[in-house]
């Protein structure tokens, strides 16, 4: 079935660095993927669309100067979460339909970011 | 974008049937209902998706009335592992289109 894959699943970094999270649809084309981020025993929260070869479109709330989106190929979206704190430190995910087919929605296994 | 409304959580046991409802009052004509499974630090997993009636894989049921604004997950003959948080989503099935969660199911299996 659609994979879609995340890089890396884990990562902790430091105060005021940059983090920057794959996500790629493994066999088929996205137009469109979507970030979420989830905190301990919470529903995901969408963060922002982002789509292939335009601006990213950010959900009421999310500040795109600091998760800056990039989704440069029908394949691949990456989420750069800069100068991170650690209320930054979520788990995020990101979700991808196969644009010939617009089937269910495949998510990525999620990347625990951890910021100290 | 419909709004669903789920139980927060249900306990259940080993062997058993589980019906998950979700109710959808406000959902548009061209929408599908889709269920999703996730487990503690994963991606939520695709489980089974309609548009009405019945729908029924290898792994769940899908009951969905006529009316539309309600459908129920049936898993049958649950086990420790399906001990998880269960998402009822309505949407389109275009590619751009948001995917919105609701606070989903806790779903807590006993043996």
């Known amino acids: 079935g659609a994979v879609v894959s995340q890089h890396p699943s884990w990562v902790i970094c430091k105060s005021g660095t940059s983090v920057k999270i794959e996500c790629r649809s493994l066999?088929?084309?996205?137009?469109?993927m979507f970030w979420y981020r989830q905190f301990p025993k919470q529903s995901l929260m969408l963060m922002a669309t982002?789509?292939?070869?335009?601006?990213?479109?950010?959900e009421q709330g999310v500040e795109k100067d600091k998760f800056l989106i990039n989704h440069a190929s029908l394949t691949l979206s990456t989420l750069t979460v800069t100068s991170a704190h650690p209320e930054d430190s979520s788990f995020y995910i990101c979700?991808?339909?196969?644009?010939?087919?617009?089937?269910?929605?495949?998510f990525g296994q999620g990347t625990r970011l951890t910021v100290v | 974008l419909a709004k669903t409304t789920q139980p927060i959580s249900m306990d259940s046991y080993e062997g058993q049937e589980v019906n998950i409802t979700c109710s959808h009052n406000?959902?548009?004509?061209?929408?599908?209902i889709t269920w999703y499974q996730q487990f503690p630090s994963q991606g939520p997993r695709f489980i089974i998706q309609?548009?009405?009636t019945k729908v029924t894989n290898e792994v769940a049921s899908l009951f969905i009335p006529a009316d539309r604004k309600s459908s129920t997950l049936s898993l049958p003959r649950v086990s420790l592992s399906d001990t998880a948080v269960y998402y009822c989503?309505?949407?389109?099935?275009?590619?751009?289109?948001?995917?919105?969660f609701g606070k989903g199911t806790r779903l807590h299996i006993l043996p």
């Open positions: 979700s991808a339909r196969d644009s010939a087919t617009n089937t269910e929605a495949f």
């Open positions: 066999d088929f084309q996205a137009t469109t």
């Open positions: 982002s789509n292939e070869g335009s601006k990213a479109t950010y």
């Open positions: 406000n959902i548009a004509t061209n929408d599908y």
């Open positions: 309609g548009y009405k």
């Open positions: 989503l309505v949407g389109d099935k275009r590619g751009d289109d948001k995917i919105i």
